[in-house]
């Protein structure tokens, strides 16, 4: 039995469409038909995917074991193939830009009586429940955004932009990070 052969008898055997596979995965429809027509074939990441998604081993969906029967998966079973795609790293991320400007609040409340919260952390909190490209796209604008913003402050004098551009940056870089982008459904 080929791959493709052995995807499409586990995707019937398991109820699903090729659409459902699809968004399991994070890839488009015509991605799993090719799979599953042998005209394509899926790399390491989405095989372990695969394997996680049917409840069965690599060597299994490889057609190098003998297959037994997948256990039924709970929801809880599924998730936890998205959760290994950058959720803990993200939330990590978040959890320290949100004290990062807490500290910063609490100092320019105090030195010039007015908090400034920028509209990144907003957007990396909605990114906690909404993953999609397009909320990536948007916390990326957001963080070059006050990246720019922190180097012109540093024209003018002011030394929170010595703080906010490093901070940005490191931000910029972060969210580029593979484990990041396939948590918000971004490819390669």
Known sequence: MTLGENLRALCKEAGLSQEEVA??????????????????????????????????????LLGEEVRQDPPDLSEADLSQGQQESGDGSYLICTGVLLVLIAVRAVFTLD????????????????????????????????????????FLSLFFGSFLGWIDLPVNGLYLWLMCRPAIRRRFCMKG
């Open 23 to 60: 968004g399991q995965l994070y890839v488009s429809r015509q991605t799993i038909s090719k799979w599953e027509n042998n005209l394509a074939e899926p790399g390491v990441e989405n095989l372990k995917a695969l394997a996680r998604l049917y409840g069965i081993t690599l060597d299994q």
């Open 111 to 150: 030195v010039y009586s007015s908090i400034n919260i920028p509209f990144s952390l907003a957007a990396m909190v909605v990114g906690i429940w909404v993953r999609h490209p397009a909320v990536w796209v948007v916390i990326q604008c957001l963080l070059g955004l006050n990246a720019v913003l922190a």
